[in-house]
């Protein structure tokens, strides 16, 4: 059985006539998924292998960008325009209508940001992205380089190229989303902490002034076994969030409603597909997807 039915609320949410289905295999890792409504089509990142993928309905998979930038995380604006992170050039980008790419950011007062790692975009346009390491420790993942920032948050005002910082309390953070109605930032921590054991939280940021004042992280859910990496909200704002067992379903009140079983671990998710209720599910070397009886969040 693909689902485990943890609270009673969660059997609404899956279609037991709606199975965990194989789309692709023989990737390296995968990352970043975004639906792309328009062209009916789902991009996501083959990171190690410096590609950026297309997976069709009717034509499968095929390469949309080789070399990516060692591309990760990727998102859209509010024009439609591919928004992307960059390990190997440390940078934010945005593919134009054209095709040309754009840098939005690639420094912070004047120094070179980490590797950004996930990134989102708020309803007013404006770009929130998270800057771990991990890109520029190993050549795995976009080649050796040395950090000269710590792991910050970010959030990215493109018109203007404002730059500012939104949480330095993370050491390694890692997967974004908002709530709903914007008014809440999930951020995934897959850091270490001072004892070195793994961090296994899900955090949540107060967010007022349309995002401008932000509050302190506090703890919304540990996740195991594993940790987070990317998640997404559906209209109710449940969490459906990544872990090594599969996709686990939150609830807004940080309880742990039920699981999808997948069969390696998961990195990241994106709904997409017919009424946004179609889990797409990046899952270490292959690309699963399975529907759902929910819709992802369509933010204001």
């Not at 037991?16 to 998924?33: C, D």
């Not at 439609?80 to 209508?97: A, N, V, Y």
């Not at 686990?248 to 940080?254: D, E, K, L, N």
Request: a negative charge; one cysteine or more.
């Amino acid at each position: 059985m693909d689902f485990e039915i943890v609270d009673s609320r969660f059997k609404a949410m899956v279609l037991p006539n709606a199975p965990l289905e194989k789309l692709g295999e023989g990737f390296r890792w995968l990352e970043g998924p975004v639906w792309f409504a328009d062209f009916d089509c789902l991009l996501f990142s083959d990171l190690p292998n410096d590609r950026i993928m297309r997976w069709t309905e009717s034509g499968g998979i095929s390469v949309f960008r080789q070399p990516s930038g060692f591309a990760n995380g990727h998102t859209r604006d509010r024009q439609g325009r591919l928004i992307g992170c960059s390990h190997r050039h440390r940078c934010i980008t945005r593919t134009e209508l054209d095709g040309s790419i754009t840098v939005l950011a690639d420094r912070y007062q004047g120094k070179r940001l980490n590797s950004p790692n996930d990134v989102i975009v708020k309803s007013d346009g404006t770009i929130w992205f998270s800057d771990p390491p991990y890109g520029i420790q190993t050549d795995y993942e976009g080649g050796k380089q040395a950090a000269e920032l710590p792991a910050f948050v970010y959030r990215l005002v493109p018109e203007i190229g404002t730059l500012t910082v939104v949480s330095e309390a993370f050491t390694g953070p890692n997967g974004l989303c908002f709530s709903p109605d914007e008014s809440l930032l999930y951020v995934s921590e897959s850091g270490l902490q001072f004892d070195s054991s793994p961090v296994q939280h899900i955090s949540v940021i107060d967010l007022a002034d349309g995002g401008a004042r932000c509050s302190e992280p506090r703890l919304f859910h540990k996740v195991e076994p594993g940790f987070a990496d990317g998640f997404r909200c559906d209209e109710e704002g449940n969490l459906w969030t990544s872990a090594a067992d599969g996709v686990h379903c939150v609830a807004p009140s940080g309880d742990l409603l039920g699981k999808i079983r997948v069969p390696s671990t998961v990195s990241n998710l994106t709904f997409g597909g017919r009424n946004r209720s179609r889990l797409f599910i990046c899952a270490s070397h292959t690309l699963f997807a399975v529907y759902t009886n929910r819709r992802g969040a369509q933010r204001p």
